[in-house]
């Protein structure tokens, strides 16, 4: 009788042993399958999404740098800034430019006082635009000469969906006189349409010195504007 205890004491214990070795088995795969998931379905979707949109902006950024130094020595521009006149052509040219990319964008064109020529943002949102602190900084830096372009995260609060991320700006001379500034904002709607579709879940664009250009959280934007 004892040895029939002790026979079905060591099946019971080989049957526990053999339960938690298959219970540690299945939770290695689990574990492993996990792991395995969130590499390839996480990190590398979002490393790849994370490359594709910064190919892309550094293309766009690349865009607008040359496009400025374009525009700014066109003799239509230039014509506009000392004799002004009938500025349908010009327009065209500026339009089909901000619109020409991923990045969509407004425009304005000041003369050497800071007067408006001709833009495509409303006329209280140009006001807003140019009682800037940070854009009448920059204009004076481009005034002075001492920098010929200048570009930056821009927080103003325009309407009419005209809403704005960043700023692009360069002086317009001709032989070393300053004629005027050509500027184009960045829409917030085009960053948006950019982020919009990917395989992730919060997109924060930052530059260089890590305040937040464009973010799907503003949660993640502290009061400096920086990347919290």
């Not at 979002?46 to 400025?68: I, K, V």
């Amino acid at each position: 009788m004892r040895q029939l205890v002790s026979f079905k004491a060591y099946i019971r214990h080989i049957f526990v042993r053999y339960i938690l070795a298959l219970i540690v088995l299945m939770m290695t795969i689990f574990l492993g399958f996990m792991l395995f998931h969130y590499e390839v379905y996480v990190v590398r979707e979002s490393r790849q999404a994370s490359e594709n949109l910064c190919t892309l902006l550094t293309a766009e950024w690349q865009r607008y740098n040359d496009g400025l130094q374009a525009l700014t020595e066109d003799e239509l521009l230039r014509a506009a800034l000392e004799e002004p006149g009938d500025l349908a052509a010009l327009n065209r040219r500026l339009y089909e430019f901000s619109f020409a990319g991923s990045l969509k964008s407004d425009f304005i064109l000041l003369d050497a006082k800071q007067q408006v020529v001709t833009s495509s943002l409303y006329k209280e949102n140009q006001e807003l635009f140019l009682m800037n602190r940070s854009i009448q900084t920059d204009l004076q830096s481009l005034h002075n000469g001492s920098v010929m372009s200048a570009s930056g995260v821009l927080r103003i609060p325009f309407s009419h969906g005209q809403e704005a991320e960043y700023v692009f700006m360069r002086a317009v001379t001709h032989e070393g006189r300053r004629l005027g500034y050509l500027i184009f904002s960045l829409k917030e709607d085009s960053f948006s349409a950019l982020a919009g579709g990917r395989s992730v879940d919060q997109i924060a664009i930052m530059d260089a010195f890590d305040y937040v250009i464009f973010s799907t959280n503003r949660l993640l934007i502290d009061p400096l504007g920086k990347f919290a």
